[in-house]
């Protein structure tokens, strides 16, 4: 697959880590120059970078920016411009995650969970159409597996992921016949860090859930990203569930 994504350039959210650094690398591996957004892991995006500038020099940048301040978006998109000379695919990848109670939803949490997953991927889409336009570019969107099915006690997460798979489609009846906007939506990949819910018991009740009885791998994640840019050139409006089966089996 190297060489595939060859001079492709390509902006990512809330790259530095996790599943964002999984689809960084396999997209870097595939030939794409990438400006890797963070918030504040500044530590794990300067490594990332040097690790893929050391396999190919001047091929991974770095930007910092909070998300929701919207007027530092077009920002994110003329700097990697300005840095690479064009733009041809945007990740929405950067997503906060944790749990909200009904009788207990703050205006804070609202505004942090669809700020980050959906108001931010709306108004940063919307400042990279026209390159991306240029560039008969795509936009791919991270939802949940929960969209349809929503996690008890995650009622605003729930809420602001169902409305990126909304705004999936929508983005692909606004900008096609240019631009093709899809999704993926993740199953149990990653386990989500320092949050005592996911206990030993929680884990082994979501693998007996899920119809290949195991986990997924961030890789699982970044193979579908990739499939969605460079094989996929007649999709568009879709979500692809990349779950293990766990969704049918809830």
């Known amino acids: 697959m190297a060489d595939n994504l060859q001079d492709k350039v390509i902006l990512i959210t809330g790259g530095a880590k996790r599943v964002g650094a999984a689809i960084c690398r396999m997209l870097h591996a595939s030939g794409a120059s990438l400006m890797i957004h963070y918030r504040t892991s500044v530590g794990e995006a300067r490594a990332l970078q040097s690790e893929l500038n050391l396999q190919r020099p001047r091929s991974a940048a770095i930007i910092q920016g909070d ?3 919207i007027h530092m978006l077009q ?10 000379g064009r733009l041809d695919v945007l ?5 906060s995650y944790y749990p909200t109670e009904i009788g207990s939803i703050n205006e804070k949490e609202w505004d942090d969970l669809v700020g980050s997953n959906l108001k931010a991927p709306l108004f940063l889409s919307q400042a990279a159409a026209v390159e991306l336009r240029k560039q008969q ?3 791919i969107n991270i939802t949940d597996m ?3 099915r929503p996690k008890k006690g995650y009622v605003v997460y729930s809420v602001a992921k169902a409305g990126l798979m909304t705004l999936t489609k929508s983005l692909a009846q606004e900008l096609g016949p240019e631009v093709r906007v899809n999704a993926v939506a993740p199953g149990p990949v ?5 949050n005592p819910q996911f206990d030993e018991i929680y884990r082994q009740r979501v693998i007996s859930q899920t119809l290949l009885k195991r986990i997924g791998e961030p890789g699982d994640i970044a193979r579908a990203v990739r499939f969605l840019i460079q094989d996929a050139p ?7 569930g990349v779950d293990g089966g766990r969704s049918l089996n809830l």
Request: net charge negative.
């Open 146 to 148: 929960h969209v349809e």
């Open 137 to 139: 570019g795509c936009i």
């Open 75 to 84: 920002g994110l998109v003329q700097e990697t411009v300005n840095h690479f």
């Open 190 to 194: 990653l386990w989500p860090e320092d």
């Open 91 to 95: 990740i929405n990848n950067a997503s």
């Open 234 to 240: 007649f999709i568009t409006g879709q979500v692809i």
């Open 67 to 69: 998300l929701h301040n």
